[in-house]
């Protein structure tokens, strides 16, 4: 009886807690350090969101475009880049507790071009020097950058028009491009940051699932968060009201940037592939509801649970690397051992980022969309994150429950 009640309290806490939000921090601290950056115009915009145990720090401030005097919100689409990684990673975990697929699975069990592989030695005159790959290539090393895959495929070079990350080719043509090309090195003995190795683990989903992986993504991931706005190709009105690319200046206004080589306009049309490694674009409000969800151990904000605790703890939020190879688990930065002053998640290349640890329910996201350039807020808002997690939160309020149900 006891058992149950416990059960329900904690139910009616999560149900109190998504239709009531955080609590309002009253605090300013990322406004104050960032304010003199805007003022001057080296920082166009950018949302800075700090939360502890229900307690959230919001901050927009700046422009989503300077030319346009419109600012930044919560709600404006942005380009998150390889912070795309994660949800790949959260589609793996998924199929790992259902039981329908190992880490340790050889990938050539669900992609058979993946059966021989060759190593490249050296390359001499344009010669290339190869050698039969002796380790088995697994689905844990692609998913943590140690199968030997380069950055991308040469069908997704960034100094083609159509190419990029969101171009160039569908999943499952990358998968069978990158058997056929040389590995950097043996699989499993280093790392190489690689938007291949996590296109590969997508193309996986692919066969494993029988969908397209990004339809699996919205089946088992963003539509049971309610991440409505979240997509690989944003809508006409979404793109009205996106976060504008701007290069960073040294003592100088931010300079407008139409667009990268890796994301070429236009965003939405035919030319567009759904990219595991990069490509998922968002807004800050669905970013927090995912990262939410890891924070709390696979359940959201709103209730639903997409993952167990134990998957995340065990796979998403400690490394699944050899130890001698550093911290990274499944398309997330992540720690080599996990301990209560642990953080996990990720980065992209325009400067988003958001970080979380499920031992103190703390959360640190930052939304930018920068193309280059010195950053030099970055440290201030270090320290005014260092004064917001170093307060003293009232837990005693309902709302501040996170959820630990099972």
Known sequence: MKKIVILFM???CLTLSAKTGP???KTSFAREVLQPFVDDGRLAGAISVFYKDGVQETCCIGYADVSQKRPIKMDNVFMQCSQTKGFCGVTIAKLVEEGKLSLDDPVSKY???FKELWVLDSVKNDIKTLHKAKNVLTVRMVLNHTGGFPFEISAKRSDVRGGGWSGGAPLRQTASIAAASPLMFEPGTRDMYSN??????????EVITGMKWENYLKKVVLDPLGMKSTWFWPTDKQLKTKVELYVAKKNAPAEWREEMGQQQRPYNDSHVFASAGAGLWTTANDQLKFYKMLMNLGIGDNGVRILKEETVKSILAVSTRPENLGGYSLGLSAPVKDNENAWFGHGGAWGTNCMINWHKKQL????????????????????AAEKF???TINRSAIDAYTGRTR
């Open 10 to 12: 904690a139910s009616l």
């Open 23 to 25: 609590r309002d921090s």
């Open 111 to 113: 992609l058979p071009e």
């Open 196 to 205: 291949t190795g996590i296109d590969i683990g997508a193309a996986i989903v």
């Open 364 to 383: 640190r996201l930052w939304v930018i969309q920068c193309a280059g350039g010195p950053q030099p807020w970055g440290a201030e808002v270090n320290k």
């Open 389 to 391: 997690f170093s307060q």
